[in-house]
């Protein structure tokens, strides 16, 4: 395990993420985000999302450069297959806030990871949406989680990351938890 002789470099400025938690402990309006994404169907079951600005810390922000995303349905749903399904985008969500959550645990803690790899699976009876059998569910029956991660900790230190991971997690907690959705159509 890293010390302090032998600091954990796993790439995260733990001291600027305490320093904003402290920050927006004492200006929680702050604290209130705004995350946008955009999305222009293009073809067939194809569509294009950007995702360019958000708002937070009391005003409008952007990222460094354009973040985009292409998604389609596979050829075997008669599709073009131009990019991953939706549902898989939800799972690399999912994967990359908790190996995010990883990696800052691990910082905070002083534990040096070496690797770390999610393989992540969700199960899904397609028969609901394709309006087979309306009694099975649209989403994911189940999804599964499964690291890898080689670090200088013992198995407990390793799960304890993990497990503080899910409990930090705004992916995990939005795939957790029902969350309001509203559509509409302007």
Known sequence: M???????KNGVNVEALIAAREALAKAPEA??????????????????SAVEGYYGLGQEQRHKKTFTFDADHPEVFASEDKGATPVEYVLVGLASCLTAGIAAVAQYRNIQL???????????????ILGVDSDIRNGFGGIKVTYKIDADAKR????????????????????????????VVN
């Not at 991971?165 to 509203?182: C, G, H, L």
């Open 2 to 8: 890293a010390n302090a002789i032998n600091p954990a």
């Open 31 to 48: 604290a209130q985000f705004k995350w946008r994404a955009t999305c222009e169907w293009k073809d067939g079951t194809h569509s294009h």
């Open 114 to 128: 070496r690797s770390v790899t999610a393989t992540i699976e969700g199960d899904m009876d397609i028969q609901g």
């Open 156 to 183: 407990e230190d390793i799960e304890a990351l993990v497990a503080q991971s899910q409990k930090r997690s705004a992916v995990y907690d939005i795939v957790t938890n029902p969350t309001n959705v509203t559509v």
